[in-house]
Antibody, heavy 121, light 108 residues
């Protein structure tokens, strides 16, 4: 059974840093893309980063230069280093697995339960 | 970046109603469009990928259609467990995934 378990959330002051982790199990972690998606309270879903199986990383403009995604295949672990945090980064952060089908279609098929990050003084 | 716009943002419907949700992309995305369902306090769940392909285990009352810029998610006969928020997501640009704003389906 595929499982994704996030950890590392908490309260941090504006301008501070936080590192999130996602422990993966039940699949060959090194073979799949992984992503972080966040959701502010009462708001919609926002993609915040993705990393390919070979380590290439992608970010939207809203977090580029502040967030860094990384993976450690030996530990089946995904991380998100978040620096220069702002109140607008307050959200539940989910990790999710990316699937590329043989026909070239792409989707997020498994998600963790999320970890809450609160940026406040 | 490709912008995704959903409508309506919310709707009220009764059990056994037919419900249709619309998603529009800011540029053509072929059929690189996915739909997710999210219930309060839970992670999103994949319903449909490639615009119309049903994910394994998803009830057949859910269906998707469309291509290019306009897409729809249809629930043919709304069930109690379908009250949730639905999101579309484009995967035409896999290096910049984007979601629609969501459609909340509530009980009338």
């Amino acid at each position: 059974e595929v499982q994704l378990v996030e950890s590392g959330g908490g309260l941090v002051q504006p301008g501070g840093s936080l590192r999130l982790s996602c422990a993966a199990s039940g699949f060959t972690f090194s073979s799949f893309d992984m992503h972080w998606v966040r959701q502010g309270t009462g708001k919609g879903l926002e993609w915040v980063s993705g990393i390919g199986a070979t380590g290439d990383a992608f970010y939207p403009g809203s977090v580029k230069g502040r967030f860094t995604i990384s993976r450690e295949s030996a530990k089946n672990s995904l991380s998100l280093q978040m620096n220069s945090l702002r109140a607008g980064d307050t959200a539940v952060y989910y990790c999710a697995r990316g699937i590329l089908t043989s026909d070239g279609y792409y989707y997020l098929d498994h998600w963790g339960q999320g970890t809450l990050v609160t940026v406040s003084s | 970046d490709i912008q995704m716009t959903q409508s309506p943002s919310s709707l009220s419907a009764s059990i056994r109603d037919r419900v249709t949700i619309t998603c529009r992309a800011s540029q053509s995305i072929s059929i690189y469009l996915n739909w997710y369902q999210q219930k309060p306090g839970k992670a999103p769940k994949l319903l449909i990928y490639a615009a119309s392909s049903l994910q394994s285990g998803v009830p057949s009352r859910f269906s998707g259609s469309g291509s290019g810029t306009d897409f729809t998610l249809t629930i043919s006969s709304l069930q109690p467990e379908d009250f949730a928020t639905y999101y579309c997501q484009q995967s035409y640009s896999t290096s910049q995934l984007t979601f629609g704003g969501g459609t909340k389906v509530e009980i009338k």
